[in-house]
């Protein structure tokens, strides 16, 4: 194992409105933790039928591109706060690819967002952060809908910083020390 390498942290988007707050999140604890970014889109696979067979094959090439320079730009976005990332794009089940793009880079902890939808499909599919988060094997922060738009960061000394994260139903802040070891 590379000891100088520096520990990654997994944020995956998927370009919807919970983007921003994730990507967010995910910069405050790089910054707080001293840690690069592996930003992450998933493609799920065109499904081939009769009315999709007549497309052309380039299609999902072409989806694969357009995730590629989005993520590219949000690496952009992460590079002016001081923050170094890597865009990666995968196609397949998105939590699968997820842990298993996690898994690969040896990340530390996965952010990913959560868009407040409930309802029937959650109950019969579940949800891409809930399934991330029961097969992990690192700590998953799950961004809610409603986080604050800013984040408190706080060093206190040379050795300990703190991200404090408060949300518009939870009066209470949780807070991470140290970030993880």
Do not use: Y
């Amino acid at each position: 194992m590379d000891l100088t390498r520096k520990k990654t942290i997994l944020v995956a988007v998927d370009f919807s409105h919970a983007t921003e707050r994730t990507l967010q999140t995910g910069l405050a604890l790089a910054q707080s933790w001293n840690m690069e970014l592996a930003l992450c889109h998933v493609c799920r696979p065109v499904a081939v039928t009769p009315a999709t067979s007549l497309l052309p094959l380039s299609d999902e090439f072409v989806m694969q591109e357009e995730a590629h320079r989005s993520l590219v730009k949000l690496v952009a976005q992460a590079q002016q706060h001081g923050v170094s990332a890597k865009p990666h794009v995968r196609v397949g089940d998105p939590s699968l690819a997820i842990l298993e793009l996690a898994h690969e880079l040896h990340a530390v902890a996965i952010v990913l967002g959560s868009h407040g939808n409930g309802g029937l499909m959650h109950k019969l599919l579940g949800s891409v952060p809930t399934k991330v988060a029961r097969e992990s094997t690192v700590p998953v922060i799950v961004v809610p809908p409603n986080l604050s738009a800013t984040w408190t960061l706080a060093t206190r000394g040379a050795e300990t910083s703190t991200a404090t994260l408060a949300t518009k139903n939870d009066k209470e802040s949780r807070q991470w020390a140290n970030g993880p070891r």
